[in-house]
Every structure is written in structure tokens, then in C-alpha cells.
């Protein structure tokens, strides 16, 4: 039987996980899609384990998706002469432009941009928010701080500036050489560190076209008061929480992954939860109590993907990571509570168009109709099978696209299942045929099921839903 779960995994290719015997593992436990990332490793390593996914995904007749997440911007301090100092409460610190080792007293800060955006009383936070600087003066070469919160600093540790939008792209010139890299390999997604404001997608939209999907990572304050035009811009968000939690009061971060999750349902865009999800998996075969919760959170929020980062990169664990995440969403999904939640969640409003009311139908239809096993979107674009994932029905979607690069980018939105087949067909009737026949031969549906399906007409035009038709399967 198929893997019936409609929450997907994304899971980090590392160290932890490079060889074709881990990737295996790692496919046969549950996860859908592998994320790249490009602030570490050469082109040739990624290379290599593009190619290894790829053909094991041949090998078993599954569409995985792969995902490139660019470095970004990496804002960083210089280097200290013994590797690293200790800052105390209430201490002058200072961080210049000069080219030379640090100490107790300053430190090197190879970044213009920031001597140009920050002003008296911001706030600047070294390693990962641990250390918080208050500015109290500054020039064009200097930033003359005191140290609220103190403690170790060692050489080039990150920096981040809460509320303060910096004059920079968020593709870099290594973005630039990655991103040309990773479209001739032919990734599905390409993943963008960084996002201050929506621009930053429409450059990278310049850059790349029609040959990837985007991802925004939101990581920024500034990209929350742009929420909607960037989700609008975007084919799919991450809620990066990582970088979140350090630029946003913590308490807030949970606010906002639901506010983001819920912006995106309402657009039909494929939102990942990601970062620390079962952190402690690193190193330990089992989560703690409160990671389990929080994976489950995300599931009942109605996300279409969860990600596991350093836990399949780097950790001890990489395939029991992943069998946990699965075991974790079968649960909730098995909840009855689960789709009482999606089901009210649904956001009725967004009809809008032909395309919107006839995938809300469907839901509706699937809910009322006796015995229906899935919901077959025929899509070219993936934008059918894009609104029935927002609906969140209690019922596989199974894609059938004429484009293997559709297919293959459908694999981290919700409750998809994607199936290639060139469109040949003569007669509606040969629709329903083929339908069928590809919800019987996947283990979705048997004889005496229904099934519904949508579609654009004519097919093959893109951009448009306008039909919707119930099939009885028939028993023999």
C-alpha cells in the first residue's frame, strides 16, 4: 500500500547522510524531499548526491524533490588573536573596519552595510543572540557599543541586526555561481536566505525564471511586515526559525509560525516548518517530549512539510530522525481531531475565481459523497493540485501531470502524490480511464470507490480549473 500520510519530510543531505546507502535508508523511512545546502559542501559533493537521489527515485518510481537552500548573506565578526574573549556585562566593546586581529576592547566587522544602516540605541546580537551589543555611537568605519548581555565570543560568529533592514541583496555573488550551478543540475526549488522585503524575490525570480520554484525563508522582521506580497511572490515559504528566533523576541516566534502557516494555506502556497524540530536527535536515538510536541504542533496547524536539518545532515540518527518525524505525523493524522481541525480551518472566502470554487467543490463533494478514495487533480502547472492541497481533504490528491518537473516539485506540498502521463487523450473518456487506472494500479482506490476529478480544459492549458466530475469505480 502506498505511504498514506498528507504531511510531508524534508530532510537535509550532510555528512550524516551522503552515501547511497543512508539516502536509501532515509527514502525508505518517509522522507519526500532532500534539501541541499549550499553554505556547506563543494558543487562536485553536491553533484554526487544529486545524482545518487535522482537515480534511487528512478529506482523506485517516486518523484522526490530536491531542493537547493542558498547560503545568503553571512554576517560575521573577524578574528580575535587568541580565538576568542569573553565580554562582561556593562563593558565598552567596539567593532570597526580595520584589518586586524581582535581583543578584549574590539573586534573586526568586514561589513559596510551595517555601518551604514545602524544608528544609536539598535541592537546587534553575536552568536546566535547570546551576546547583545546596544550602539552607542557610531560612523562610517565605527560602532561603539555596550554590552547588555555578555559572554564568549570566538572568532567569526554570526551577527544579527533585529528591525534594521540592510542595504543588500539577498543573493550574494557565491548565490549567483550556486544558482547557475544548481539550474543546470536541475533542482526543483531553490531555497533564498535572506529575505528582507519582497524585491529580493522578484530579483531572484529575474535570475532564475521558470527553470526552479522559489522558496522565501522568512528569517527577518522586516519580511513579516511584507508577509503578503512575499507569499504572493513566492511558490512556497519556510518559516526559518532559526535566525527568527534570534531577530524576533522568542515568544513571539510560535505567534508568527502560525500566522505564517495560516497565510499561506490561504494562497495555496506550500509552507515548511523548519529548524530544531527534534533537535536533541543529534546525538540521542529519541526526542525529547516537548520536540515530539512540536513536530505535532506544525502537523495540526495543517503544514505541508517539516524539515529535519542538522538531525539528517550531521547527527548521529539521520534515519531514525526521519522515522520518528513519520511516526509522529501518522499519529496526528490518525487523529480524529486532526481533520476536524483542517475542516475548520478551511478559509472559504478565498473563492475568487472559476479555479478557486471548483477545488473547494471537490472538498466539499469528498466530504458528502460515500466511499470516495482520492481527489485526481490533471494539472501542467501544479496550480490545480496547489488550491485542492489548501483545502486540506480527507482524501490522497493524486497529480497527474504531463511535466516530470512538475511532478517532481509537487513532492512538499500537502497530501500529494504525483504520477507522469502524457496527455493523449481523444475523448473525456479516456480521461476518467486513465484516472482510474492510476488510482487503482497506486493502491489509492479499489472497485465499489469513487474517485473526483479536476482539471483545466482544454488540457495542457495552464493557469486554469474548470472542471470537476465524480467517477464510480465499478466492482467486477
Known sequence: MPQKTKTNILAT??????????????????????????????????????????KLSEEKGLHITLIADMQGPKLRVGIFKDGEIF???????????????????RVTLPHPEIFKAVKPKDVLL?????????????DS???????????????????????ITLPISAI??????????????????????????????RTARKLIGDKAWIISK????????????????????????GDLGVECPLPTVPVLQKRIVSACRRKGKPVIIATQMLESMINNPSPTRAEASDVATAVYDGADTVMLSAESAAGKYPVEAVKMMRDIITQVEADPLFYQLMERSRQHKCCVGES??????????????????????YTSSGLTTFLTARERPNLPILAITPDIEVARRLGIVWGAKSFVNKPTFSSFDK?????????????????????????????????????LHTVYIPKK
Open 13 to 54: 543531505i550532510g555528512p550524516s547522510s551522503a552515501s547511497r546507502e543512508i539516502i536509501e535508508k532515509l527514502i525508505d523511512a518517509g522522507a519526500d524531499a532532500f534539501r541541499f545546502n549550499f553554505s556547506h559542501g563543494t558543487h562536485e559533493e553536491h553533484k554526487e548526491r544529486y545524482n545518487i537521489v535522482r
Open 87 to 105: 565580554l562582561k556585562d556593562g563593558q565598552k566593546f567596539l567593532l570597526d573596519m580595520e584589518d586586524k586581529e581582535g581583543d578584549e576592547t
Open 126 to 138: 553575536l552568536n546566535d543572540g547570546n551576546i547583545r551589543l546596544k550602539v552607542e555611537k557610531c
Open 141 to 163: 568605519k565605527h560602532i561603539w557599543t555596550k554590552v547588555m548581555v555578555g559572554g564568549k565570543l570566538s572568532s567569526h560568529k554570526g551577527v544579527n541586526l533585529p528591525n
Open 172 to 201: 550574494t555573488k557565491k548565490d549567483e555561481d550556486d544558482l547557475k550551478f544548481a539550474l543546470k543540475l536541475g533542482f526543483d526549488w531553490i531555497s533564498l536566505s535572506f529575505v528582507q522585503k519582497a524585491d529580493d524575490v
Open 218 to 241: 522568512l528569517e527577518k522582521p522586516s519580511a513579516i511586515d511584507e508577509l503578503e506580497e512575499i507569499i504572493e511572490l513566492s511558490d512556497g515559504i519556510m518559516v526559518a526559525r
Open 356 to 377: 478557486d470554487s471548483i477545488t473547494v467543490a471537490a472538498s466539499d463533494i469528498a466530504a458528502s459523497l460515500q466511499n470516495v478514495a482520492a481527489i485526481v487533480t
Open 431 to 467: 480521461i476518467e480511464d486513465t484516472a482510474v487506472k492510476i488510482a487503482l494500479e497506486s493502491g489509492y482506490a479499489k472497485p465499489g470507490d469513487h474517485i473526483i476529478i479536476t482539471a483545466g480544459f482544454p488540457l495542457g492549458k495552464k493557469g486554469r480549473t474548470n472542471m
